[in-house]
C-alpha cells in the first residue's frame, strides 16, 4: 500500500549562536520594563504571568531588541522560503515578552490575525517549563495508535532552551506548561502576516 503525508505542520527551530552576548542585558531591560508597564494580556486564566502583549510594549520597536530583531526576521524568511511561502512582505501584528515565575502557566491558544508566529527563550533554566504543540488534526473521532509516530501524535513537547526560536504557523494551538522553578523563565513572542 502506498501511503502519503498530507496537511503537515511544519515547526522550526534553530538556535541563535550569540544568545551569550546578549541575554543578561535583555533580561535586565525586560525587568525594568516590568517596573514601568502593568502586564497585558487580557481574559486569560493565567492572568498571574506577566507579559506585554495587548499593545502595553512592542518589542520590535524597541532598539534594544533590534539587533535580535533582525536575528529572528532573517530567520522566519529562511523559514518561509524552505517551504516556498511568500517571503516578500512580513507585517508586525504584534510582539511581546513574557515573564515566568513559580507557578505561572499560560493555556492552550493560537495567534489569529496572523501567518507566522514565533517564540524566542531568552531565559529559561534547565528545569523550566516546556512549550506544547497540539495536533490541529481534530482529535473528536480519537483512534488509539499502538506507537506514536511524528505523523500520528496528538501533542509535542519541545524542552526550552535559552537561545532556542520556534517558528510555526500562528494557527497552531499551543501552551506553556505551570513554571515550576524559582529561576525566571522569559521568552518573547512574535507575530506577522505574511500577505
Excluded at 544568545?19 to 487580557?42: F, M, P, R, W
Aim: negative net charge.
Amino acid at each position: 500500500m502506498d501511503l502519503s503525508s498530507f496537511f503537515p505542520t511544519i515547526i522550526g527551530t534553530v538556535s541563535n549562536p550569540n544568545h551569550a552576548t546578549i541575554e543578561d542585558d535583555l533580561v535586565d531591560h525586560c525587568l525594568q520594563i516590568k517596573n514601568k508597564i502593568t502586564s497585558g494580556g487580557y481574559g486569560w486564566l493565567s492572568n498571574c504571568t506577566y507579559n506585554t502583549s495587548n499593545g502595553k510594549y512592542d518589542i520590535i520597536e524597541d532598539q534594544k531588541f533590534e539587533k535580535l530583531n533582525n536575528w529572528i526576521k532573517e530567520q522566519l524568511v529562511s523559514y518561509c522560503a524552505l517551504l516556498h511561502l511568500n517571503t516578500d512582505i512580513f507585517v508586525n501584528t504584534g510582539s511581546w515578552f513574557n515573564i515566568y515565575q513559580k507557578y505561572d502557566f499560560q493555556e492552550n491558544h493560537d495567534h489569529p490575525t496572523s501567518s507566522i508566529s514565533a517564540v524566542y527563550i531568552l531565559k529559561n533554566p534547565v528545569d523550566g517549563a516546556r512549550i506544547f504543540f497540539r495536533s490541529p488534526i481534530n482529535s473528536m473521532y480519537y483512534i488509539k495508535k499502538q506507537i506514536k509516530t511524528p505523523e500520528m501524535t496528538n501533542q509535542i513537547s519541545c524542552n526550552c532552551v535559552p537561545g532556542m526560536l520556534l517558528i510555526f504557523p500562528s494557527y497552531l494551538i499551543h501552551c506553556v506548561e505551570q513554571h515550576q522553578s524559582t529561576t525566571l523563565r522569559i521568552s518573547l513572542s512574535y507575530n506577522f502576516r505574511n500577505y
